[in-house]
């Protein structure tokens, strides 16, 4: 086999290293436009601010932020309402009116300054609240009533649930424009599911057991129950 001369070597070395240089020149002209046009691309999406909508992160937290604040404002209205409460505890043992009224003026309830008064059976309890309620004008009527179930010992003959359908029948029958709800609680020895049903279906609130449970779940109850009380009352105003 013939080599050729190291000129003709040399020759054919720099056309072919020419021929190489060319077809990298011409393939980045062609790659140079597409890599302009997205970098121009990049530079105009960054800066055209995004299209504002219903559903952007920001409109979310706007619409949480009202849902709170309205929330916010619905439990200040209800801590405020329960200032000054009016409250009749029913049952036919002293020593248990006295403990429930020893709980509703200390604790958590010391800053509420309710006024307790107490009746020893269910047929008292109701003279007293149709008389502050006929009497308003002297007397302020009666915002909630603890029931004992049993109260034979003070000869009562109405049962708690009995006097709580009662009281139930003469808001059902009041003015229209009388929006007043009394929060009625139950606080019996007999706390079975049979009992609790039947509490619930005369129209107590709120059911204890007895012994009753510590301050902070009395408030917490109460708290909430009639949170529900104040919130009836304004949908009856409109």
């Known amino acids: 086999q013939r080599l050729e001369s190291p000129a003709t070597a040399k020759s054919a070395v720099s056309s072919s290293a020419h021929a190489a240089a060319k077809r990298l020149l011409d393939m980045a002209m062609s790659e140079a436009p597409s890599l302009v046009t997205s970098d121009q691309d990049a530079g105009a999406q960054r800066r055209t601010p995004p299209a504002e909508s219903s559903h952007t992160p920001s409109g979310k937290r706007v619409s949480m932020d009202k849902s709170r604040l309205t929330a916010s404002a619905s439990n200040v209205a209800a801590e405020r309402s329960m200032n000054g409460l009016r409250v009749l505890v029913v049952d036919d043992l002293v020593m248990n009116r006295k403990i429930l009224a020893r709980k509703f003026t200390r604790g958590p309830f010391k800053a509420l300054e309710w006024r307790v008064d107490q009746a020893s059976n269910g047929e008292q309890a109701l003279e007293m609240i149709e008389q502050a309620k006929s009497d308003a004008a002297a007397e302020q009527p009666y915002d909630v009533v603890v029931l004992d179930e049993v109260m034979s010992e003070a000869h009562g003959v109405l049962l ?48 204890w057991g007895k012994p009753v449970p510590p301050p902070s779940q009395l408030y917490s109850d109460v708290y909430q129950a009639w949170r529900s009380c104040v919130y009836s009352r304004s949908l009856l105003r409109k």
């Open 160 to 207: 708690g649930h009995e006097v709580c359908e009662k009281l139930r029948e003469q808001e059902a029958t009041q003015s229209p424009t009388d929006d007043r709800r009394l929060l009625i609680i139950g606080c019996s020895g007999n706390v079975t599911q049979r009992d609790t049903e039947q509490y619930a279906t005369s129209g107590m609130d709120i059911v």
